[in-house]
């Protein structure tokens, strides 16, 4: 596997550096009530003066874990798929490994931001969206109507049936055309989160994604033009 995914550690180190330096960037203007804090021991934050990721924070994460999901599952059929070029299977390993730290972090974030509810506190609702936001110490839920949510660019069952099927240069084919149009899709719901979210970790997330999934649609968009 080291071997395949050689051409890609360069843009991997070069995309994990752009989403350090931006998540440092943005924490140096961001005011420390707008970080998750776990709680400490025998104390949790104080609901008064604690602020929470909004609910378009909360719902880029609650859609892009899934989204991300799917984006293993149509890899891992691609590398199990025989007669599969080495620049596509090595590809399909960086999404893997890429995609699965991020699925990751973003859960790591959810968990810090449950932990930070204070003794009491109580999830808030997703009517917090186009209007009031949840008072501190709710964590907006009901994301499911969310624009986030929607998961653009997701493969259907039947798609991801055939490529399951297929083998070779078909496999390569439907594989580069499905995670083109998966990776679209991201980049929609990573531009909101750049553009609506409030928390630095959501926009720093989102921007990796802008950055990341472009790299990787002209990757995929050359190997399908020189595909057989």
């Known amino acids: 596997?080291?071997?395949?995914?050689?051409?890609?550690?360069?843009?991997?180190?070069?995309?994990?550096?752009?989403?350090?330096?931006?998540?440092?960037g943005l924490s140096l203007t961001t005011s420390e009530e707008s970080v998750p804090q776990a709680a400490s021991t025998g104390a949790r934050t104080d609901a008064a003066t604690a602020?929470?990721?909004?609910?378009?924070?909360?719902c880029y994460?609650?859609?892009m874990i899934p989204h991300h999901e799917q984006a293993l599952a149509l890899s891992g059929l691609v590398l199990d798929a025989s007669g599969v070029r080495e620049r596509t299977r090595a590809l399909a390993e960086f999404i893997v490994a890429d995609q699965t730290a991020e699925i990751e972090t973003m859960r790591a974030w959810q968990n810090a931001w449950r932990g930070a509810i204070p003794a009491g506190?109580?999830?808030?609702?997703?009517?917090?969206?186009?209007?009031a936001q949840p008072a501190a110490g709710a964590v907006p839920t009901g994301c499911g109507d969310h624009p986030h949510t929607?998961?653009?660019g997701m493969a259907s069952a039947e798609q991801l049936a055939?490529?399951?099927?297929?083998?070779?240069?078909?496999?390569?084919?439907?594989?580069?055309?499905l995670m083109i149009a998966h990776h679209e899709g991201a980049l929609e719901m990573a531009e909101s989160a750049v553009r609506e979210g409030t928390n630095a970790y959501v926009r720093s997330s989102g921007k990796?994604?802008?950055?990341?999934?472009?790299?990787?649609?002209?990757?995929?968009?050359?190997?399908?033009?020189?595909?057989?």
Do not use: C, N, W
Not at 51 to 58: I, L, N, S
Not at 121 to 131: A, E, F, K, Q, V
Not at 162 to 177: H, K, M, N, P, S
């Open 162 to 177: 055939a490529l399951d099927a297929a083998e070779g240069d078909a496999a390569e084919r439907l594989f580069l055309d």
């Open 1 to 24: 596997m080291r071997s395949r995914i050689a051409a890609f550690g360069v843009v991997l180190a070069l995309s994990t550096a752009i989403v350090a330096a931006g998540a440092v």
């Open 121 to 131: 506190g109580s999830s808030g609702g997703h009517d917090g969206h186009g209007g």
């Open 51 to 58: 602020a929470y990721p909004t609910v378009e924070d909360h």
């Open 208 to 228: 990796h994604v802008l950055v990341e999934q472009q790299r990787e649609i002209a990757a995929m968009t050359a190997l399908l033009a020189e595909a057989p």
């Open 61 to 63: 994460i609650e859609g």
């Open 150 to 152: 929607q998961m653009k």
